[in-house]
Structure formats: structure tokens, C-alpha cells
């Protein structure tokens, strides 16, 4: 039950941050070194070359962030490569995300790009983590195909 209860606030969220108005962009001319934090809803239209923490980040298409962020929400349609926290995050069909995710729950777009260790909802994760393990044998058909 309280599982449920959890993806409808997920829902009801997503609706009230993409209602709120957004507070700053970083223009597409911009390119920004260094660490930024804020406050409310910001839009990434730029490139950041260092570590991002706030609320609610969009990072549009010609966005591109080399670092790492965390967020309450991040809305991604651009390149990311650092390591992702965030409660809620959409990975929308044109991004790119190279680097270590976390989040609280991911809706992902087919078409997006990503590459590196994900968890989901970490705290029902811990249980089942040692699953994962045997991934080896399934592996190498795989590559000796592609190649």
C-alpha cells in the first residue's frame, strides 16, 4: 500500500514542478566554471564545467554539464557526464547521461542515452542488489555479435 501511495506523490510532484515558473537560465552563449547552487527552478541552455546542487534543473537541448548534481528534480534533455542524485529525474529522448544515477524514481524516454551505474529507489534496492551479480555469462555473446 505504501508503495503505491509513493508513485501518485511522484505524480502529483512532476505537475507542481513543471507548473512553477522558472526562477534562471543560463544562456546558450554561456559557459560557466565552477560550483552553482539555487534555489526554485533553473534551465541550463549553456555548458557548466563544475558541481550543481538545488531544486528543479532543466537542461535543455544544447545544455551540457561536465560535474555532478544534485537536485530535487532534474529534467534532462542535453549531455550530462558526472554523477546524477536526484528525487526525480526524467531522462528525456535527446539527452545523454554518462556517470553514476541515483534517484528516487526515473521515467526514461526511449531514445535517451545512458551509460553507467543506476539505482531506482534505493531504499527497496539494498535487498535484491545481490541479484545482479551473475551478468558475465550473458555478456560476451553480446560483444562477440556486435563487433
Known sequence: MGMFGKTVNVEQEMKKVESEA?????????????EISFKG???????????????????????RINGDIAVVSFNCYGHIEGNIKANMLTARKSCSITGKLEAGSLTVEPGAAMKGEIQVAVQELKTTERVAAPQASGSDKT???RN
Do not use: C, P, W
Not at 541550463?44 to 528543479?56: A, L, P, R, V, W
Open 143 to 145: 560483444n562477440s555479435t
Open 22 to 34: 522558472i526562477s534562471s537560465i543560463i544562456d546558450k552563449s554561456m559557459t560557466i566554471k565552477g
Open 41 to 63: 527552478k533553473a534551465r541550463i541552455d549553456g555548458t557548466i564545467n563544475g558541481n550543481i546542487e538545488g531544486e528543479h534543473l532543466i537542461l535543455s537541448e544544447s545544455g
